[in-house]
């Protein structure tokens, strides 16, 4: 338009032609600038209510505790913030910050949360090693006492005791743990048994011992008898008797203890 003004006139018959193509062109584009002006008005309308929208949505979130469901909300309202598009110069930066303040409370709530779980579950996960290191002295002593079962099954109810210090460690050093456990106590059924092989051993040699023992008695007492016949005299006959009935006391009880290791063995 200024160039126009500039270049003067081509005499009044053909400015009124030209003039009236070149309006035209004008009217043309300025219409057209407007019915955009228009359109952008609309959607910015619509996006600043969208947004707005997302931001009450945002402050329901702000405060929340459930830190993995709500993180994940988050990221669908920003997906959406960007798909909304803009909400003019006007609103745009008020808009945002509002979003975005609410986004940052959380995540700042939520980081905070997580550093201090994260320095709870190390001090949790070196409580569970010293158990561990305790767990591996003890089985690599070998020495299966009462004293050492006893303490290994308390390390077992202290480990509960102290709690999650977070998955993939927790899985990994359980693991370790578990495997020393499981170590000490194959070697305990195995010590025990070998014990109980010799306890059993001994209680079969004490047997066979009173068992001789039994023989042996009738044997002498057969002896005594035999030798009875022989005798002359009331007292030496007497005193046979007695002897052969010590020797039956004798056999009584040899047989009672027999029974108490029968029935030691059958348990």
């Known amino acids: 338009m200024t160039q126009w003004k500039a270049a003067g006139s081509a005499g009044k018959e053909k400015d009124d032609v030209l003039w009236e193509e070149f309006n035209v062109a004008r009217n043309t584009f300025f219409d057209r600038k407007h019915t955009h002006w228009e359109d952008m008005q609309t959607k910015f309308e619509q996006a600043r209510k969208v947004k707005e929208e997302l931001i009450e949505e945002a402050k329901k979130l702000e405060d929340s505790t459930?830190?993995?469901?709500?993180?994940n909300a988050f990221k669908e309202l920003f997906a959406r913030w960007k798909e909304a598009g803009s909400a003019g110069r006007e609103y745009e930066d008020d808009l945002w910050n509002a979003f975005h303040a609410s986004r940052q409370k959380f995540y700042a709530a939520r980081d905070a949360y997580y550093d201090e779980l994260h320095e709870k579950q190390d001090a949790l996960y070196q409580q569970k090693e010293e158990l561990l290191a305790k767990a591996k002295e003890i089985?690599?002593?070998?020495?299966?006492?009462?004293?050492d079962t006893a303490a290994m099954k308390q390390l077992s109810v202290d480990w509960k005791a102290v709690g999650f210090t977070g998955k993939e460690r927790d899985d990994e050093i359980w693991k370790a743990f578990r495997d020393v456990m499981d170590t000490y106590f194959a070697g305990l059924k195995q010590f025990n048994e070998s014990k109980h092989a010799q306890w059993r051993q001994r209680m079969e040699d004490r047997r066979?011992?009173?068992?001789?023992?039994?023989?042996?008695?009738?044997?002498?007492?057969?002896?005594?008898?035999r030798d009875m016949?022989?005798?002359l005299g009331e007292r030496a006959i007497e005193d046979a008797k007695e002897r052969i009935a010590d020797k039956e006391d004798f056999i009584k009880t040899l047989e009672a203890e027999i029974e108490e290791l029968d029935k030691a063995l059958a348990q």
């Open 66 to 71: 459930a830190w993995q469901a709500s993180g």
């Open 139 to 147: 089985a690599e002593n070998t020495l299966f006492t009462r004293e």
């Open 208 to 225: 066979m011992r009173k068992t001789e023992l039994i023989q042996e008695q009738k044997r002498q007492i057969q002896r005594i008898e």
């Open 229 to 231: 016949v022989a005798l």
